[in-house]
């Protein structure tokens, strides 16, 4: 759980970013699923949960990567670049604008593989903020110097091993 805490002088600004209260306003613009499912509909289990119904506890143990054998980094660089190659099945990405799109009537999307969107995830949630009136608040970063450091990036790891794993 992200502090509540007031954040400071780097933050001139109030009331003009989703992502002021990162991940906490995120988190809590999406479905709110039942039980141990999780996903964008709900779908999958849980992080640390497995079968049917999600209700089997499953531990994962994840190697040290200065302690993987050659072979088995080889093969971590090789999931990575499989990632590259393999569109996400779940998520796009706009290519334009509420406005551009015309209020939404217009739809301008595209594909993307799986690596792109962590990719833009991460950027998305450290990118400059656009103000009201036309001008850019350039240096911020509501990922990396804000509260929800540790949870966001925590949350953000576990997804990408997910998209990782079904990739391959």
Not at 4 to 22: C, K, L, T
Not at 74 to 91: E, F, H
């Amino acid at each position: 759980v992200p502090s509540n805490s007031p954040v400071g002088a780097q933050f001139p600004f109030s009331g003009i970013d989703d992502r002021e209260n990162w991940p906490i306003v995120f988190y809590n613009r999406t479905c709110q699923c039942q039980g141990n499912f999780m996903g964008y509909n709900c779908g999958e289990c849980r992080f640390g949960y497995t079968g049917p119904n999600c209700t089997v506890r499953r531990n994962m143990i994840r190697k040290e990567i200065f302690r993987m054998t050659t072979a088995e980094k080889d093969k971590l660089i090789a999931y990575l670049n499989l990632a590259k190659r393999t569109p996400s099945p779940d998520y796009v990405i706009a290519t334009g604008t509420y406005e551009q799109m015309n209020n939404g009537s217009n739809p301008m999307f595209a594909d993307m593989n799986v690596y792109d969107l962590f990719v833009w995830l991460h950027y998305y949630a450290s990118r400059d903020a656009f103000l009201e009136d036309g001008s850019v608040w350039a240096n911020i970063d509501f990922a990396h110097e804000a509260p929800g450091f540790l949870p966001w990036h925590r949350f953000f790891l576990l997804l990408w091993e997910r998209e990782i794993q079904k990739v391959t």
